[in-house]
């Protein structure tokens, strides 16, 4: 059952007026499914504190009802079409996380793949000025070496390890600083003050290539990120620390999917690839294939992704699945903003920018302090509790042991206090604010695709809006997901690279070449060349129908289609709001399926970089006589910024929401459970008063 969300202070949601963009629809409506007023906040106190300086009690942050994470739905966020009418199929969709595998695709078409780890390419008219000859000459023990990879890869709750020196020579002490910042990159280590016998080691604030001097044409390294069950950021922000280098210093083409196995490009500003080699990784994390460059990896440049996707519990036959399968690859779906773009918290992130965009920012920092606090004994949970009840932001924010979006938050709240809500906000980085904003153009634009397909079907239709095929689609800021929206940290390559990438997001907004449809040229297109802009100040919009509905959804909202801003500032963050155009129907490539049998839900139905590397090529497959379950294996090409979920969506014919497939699992669960239950009290009856009566147990057949 849909969850009734209410939040403070927000309009009811969004019904497109005198249209019949969602009232036709059999699901809930907006309004059944929206965020709805509830009972005016109080005001943080602005008196002074008398109470011996103990900060004011927030007294109805709570005003906020936030349900349950994960309860939106696909019709919540304008998700209710299909290119076809098909049966459905079942399908448990990432039952778990290595039934979701994605490699990025280069610009040349080539995959990119893990194959190498220890390769350490030798970088050309090198020099450095760091003496690090005799880095070896001291050979720590297993147990310090141990505790210092433990706080090197956060294995440990220490702050420090301290070494004891064998003797009190000079020279000894030399070789073990020499050591710890030769292996261990990202620790600074002194000696202990009144005790010459101890050095401590801990983060060092400060990256170890300063001394370096790079070539022009060798400033980045590159390398492979392999991850499993983590987001790209909190990966980055992982190498981050263990290097000691800013999260600004690395560079990727876009963020990938927590609940998966991903493989993409990074790149890291005046790094080495002989300390990225050396560095003790956490079992989920794998980098290799190492190279240098002279530019880092921007958003959007790579020409896509390569899925393979398992569907689990798959209740069709093969002969069906190639029938979806050739549809797929002949007729694609519809190109919506998949789920994971509004985020897996209690309230969806498109709430979020809607409140930033109406000038409402106490309200949402409020709601995006609220929607992941819902989890008692979690931190969000516990700082949120903190700062409704006292209103000490520093206490809050101590409730965190990594950086997060509240953690930001309430950092921002600690130092410059809720009266000044737009200082506050620009502690976030500047990619978060971003996917806020992007959130809201995305929930318009997959709602009007709803109502243009629904209205109008498949085919062009005079004052649509088509682009020139070299043009791309929206720039790839995200890829599948990264739905996790409180760990999304800026990963890009400092000021200068954000600063360009500006003064090309301008250019590029303000001269992207469309071309209406006309009565004379209709013919020349087809509903694969069709485009719905995203809105913003340089959008333009079709000169028909559709120009109405994206009218009235923006005035729903108290936004003007022809002042849209052009930027949002926040802090110190500038966001630019330009707009983009979208297909309204895309198709993948190398479109392929296969039914595979399995036997436990643990099975791995995939095989990863790393097992490929160890010799393996393909699962082990059993009988499909012999086992109890069959799973659909889907393997596929996008374009960035489309979403693989979609594309399953268009094959299954199912709610692809995280809320819909975790409701199907416990139901399965709870099936089996009775299953086993019911067969128990069989088992028992027929040992007592029915087996007496003559009463044959099920599956015995007629012997009485």
């Known amino acids: 059952m849909l969850l009734t969300l209410r939040v403070l202070r927000l309009r009811p ?10 009232s036709d629809r059999s699901s809930p409506t907006m309004e059944e499914t929206s965020l709805e007023p509830s009972a005016k906040r109080s005001k943080l106190e602005e008196d002074t504190p008398t109470d011996g300086g103990k900060p004011p009690a927030v007294e109805s942050q709570s005003s906020y009802r936030f349900p349950p994470r994960c309860s939106l739905r696909e019709p919540d966020v304008g998700i209710t079409e299909y290119i076809r009418s098909a049966p459905k199929f079942f399908g448990l969709l990432k039952e778990r996380y290595s039934d979701f595998m994605v490699h990025e695709i280069r610009k040349d078409g080539s995959v990119v793949r893990l194959t190498d780890t220890t390769t350490v390419p030798q ?48 020279e000894t002490r030399k070789a073990i600083h020499h050591a710890i910042r030769a292996r261990f990159p990202g620790l600074q280590s002194a000696m202990v003050k009144d005790n010459s016998q101890l050095i401590r080691v801990k983060f060092s604030r400060s990256g170890d290539t300063k001394r370096v001097n790079f070539p022009a044409n060798e400033r980045y390294c590159k390398f492979v990120l392999y991850k499993e069950n983590e987001d790209t950021p909190n990966a980055i922000m992982m190498l981050s620390r263990i290097l000691a280098r800013n999260r600004g210093a690395f560079s990727t083409c876009g963020l990938k999917d927590r609940r998966g196995i991903t493989t993409q490009e990074v790149t890291l500003s005046h790094g080495l690839a002989s300390k990225l080699a050396g560095l003790r990784m956490d079992r989920n994390m794998r980098i290799g294939n190492y190279s240098y460059t002279d530019k880092p990896l921007m958003a959007g440049g790579h020409a896509g992704n390569r899925f393979t996707i398992v569907l689990r519990h798959f209740d069709g036959t093969e002969e069906a699945l190639a029938e979806s399968v050739k549809s797929l690859a002949e007729h694609g ?115 009007v695709a709803s109502y243009r397909i629904k209205e109008f079907g498949l085919q062009p239709i005079i004052g649509d809006i088509v682009l020139p095929p070299d043009v791309p689609d929206e720039e790839g800021d995200e890829e599948e997901g990264c739905g996790e929206t409180d760990a999304a940290a800026a990963v890009g390559d400092g000021d200068s690279a954000s600063a360009s990438a500006d003064a090309e997001d301008d250019k590029k907004h303000k001269g992207v070449p469309i071309e209406f449809v006309t009565a004379e040229n209709i013919s020349q297109f087809n509903i694969h060349d069709v485009v719905l802009p995203m809105p913003g100040k340089y959008s333009k919009y079709p000169k028909n129908k559709m120009y109405d509905v994206y009218r009235e959804a923006l005035d729903a909202d108290g936004i003007d289609i022809n002042s849209f801003p052009g930027f949002m500032q926040l802090g110190r963050n500038s966001i630019k709001l330009g707009g983009f155009y979208r297909h309204i129907v895309t198709k993948p490539m190398d479109v392929a399926g296969k039914v595979l049998p399995y036997n436990t839900n643990v099975a791995q139905l995939v095989v990863t970089d790393v097992e490929r590397m160890a010799g393996k090529t393909e699962v082990d497959e059993i009988p499909a006589d012999g086992a109890a379950y069959k799973a659909a294996r889907l393997e596929f090409s996008l374009r960035s910024s489309c979403y693989a979920t979609m594309a ?57």
């Open 333 to 447: 779906f519809i190109n919506y903003f998949g789920m994971q773009r509004f985020g897996n918290g209690a309230v969806g992130t498109h709430i979020y920018g809607k409140e930033l965009l109406a000038g409402r920012f106490k309200e949402a920092i409020d709601v995006i302090l609220g929607s992941f606090a819902t989890e008692p004994n979690s931190s969000k949970y516990d700082a949120y509790q903190v700062w409704k009840e006292t209103g000490d932001a520093q206490r809050a924010k101590n409730c965190f042991r990594r950086p997060c979006q509240e953690f930001d938050i309430y950092n921002g709240l600690a130092k410059a206090g809720i009266d000044k809500p737009r200082v506050v906000l620009g502690h976030l980085q500047s990619t978060v604010l971003t996917f806020f904003f992007h959130a809201y153009q995305s929930w318009i634009w997959n709602r």
């Open 123 to 170: 970088m050309t008219g090198f020099s450095s000025s760091s003496d690090t000859s005799s880095s070896d000459g001291f050979q720590f023990s297993a147990e310090d070496s141990e505790s210092l990879h433990g706080l090197l890869n956060f294995k440990s709750n220490r702050k420090y390890v301290d070494i004891t020196v064998p003797d009190e020579s000079k």
């Open 13 to 22: 949601v969004i019904t497109l007026k005198n249209s019949r963009a969602f």
């Open 648 to 704: 399953v969506r268009e094959v299954c014919q199912v709610d692809t929401s995280q809320g819909h497939q975790r409701n199907v699992s416990q139901g399965m669960a709870g099936q089996d459970e009775k299953s086993a239950v019911d067969g128990s009290k069989t088992d028992a009856a027929t040992e007592g008063t029915d087996a007496s009566a003559g009463v044959a147990p099920q599956g015995a057949g007629n012997e009485g």
